[in-house]
């Protein structure tokens, strides 16, 4: 069965500042799709960005950007000029072939001003 | 607003209970998928149907069922309440065209007491 690690409970960063939030994830499988939503007070979830594991680019959303490591089975997301806004709960999930998402526990993001 | 809605926003009911939450999915999406989110942990997939017909069921327990309707909103049902079903449930669709994707509703937050 497939999972998704975070190992990074809570990070924290000035504002304008880059972070970087980990998520490793375990599979057999070789064609799949990883993301990172976004949940902030509000709870609402968001979608952040996307990365099909076929693409060796890594994918780019204006600040945000992942570094894909498929051998290592790595998924980072970098947030550049951190802003306020960007405080929140962060998941990493995975999509497996029966399509429901898997998710990992989430990292809680502090931007400080 | 991801244009999927969730009635009711907040519900309070006693142990014992049956509850039912409902889903709208965006307009010309056929997948709705039901997720469970307890306090400040990730995503618990839940079950998924397809223009009405169950695809994919994750750890959902017997006490809970859902369905889809031929307008394609979902209903999912909780029933014998149990304080430890507090949590917030979320629905999700995916586009026909782009069925990796998913776009969440506001949640349902359910409070059993």
Known sequence: AQTVTQSQPEMSVQEAETVTLSCTYDTSESDYYLFWYKQPPSRQMILVIRQEAYKQQNATENRFSVNFQKAAKSFSLKISDSQLGDAAMYFCAYRSAGYQLIWGAGTKLIIKP | ?113
């Not at chain 2, 309070?12 to 999406?29: E, F, M, N, W």
């Not at chain 2, 994750?58 to 859902?66: K, P, T």
């Not at chain 2, 889809?68 to 449930?89: I, V």
């Open chain 2, 1 to 113: 607003d991801s244009g999927v809605t969730q009635t009711p926003k907040h519900l309070i009911t006693a142990t014992g209970q049956r509850v039912t939450l409902r889903c709208s999915p965006r307009s010309g999406d056929l997948s709705v998928y039901w997720y469970q989110q307890s306090l400040d942990q990730g995503l618990q997939f839940l079950i998924q149907y397809y223009n009405g017909e169950e695809r994919a069921k994750g750890n959902i327990l017997e006490r809970f069922s859902a369905q889809q309707f031929p307008d394609l909103h979902s209903e999912l049902n909780l029933s014998s309440l149990e304080l430890g079903d507090s949590a917030l449930y979320f629905c999700a669709s995916s586009p026909r065209d782009a069925d990796y994707e998913q776009y969440f509703g506001p949640g349902t937050r359910l409070t059993v007491t």
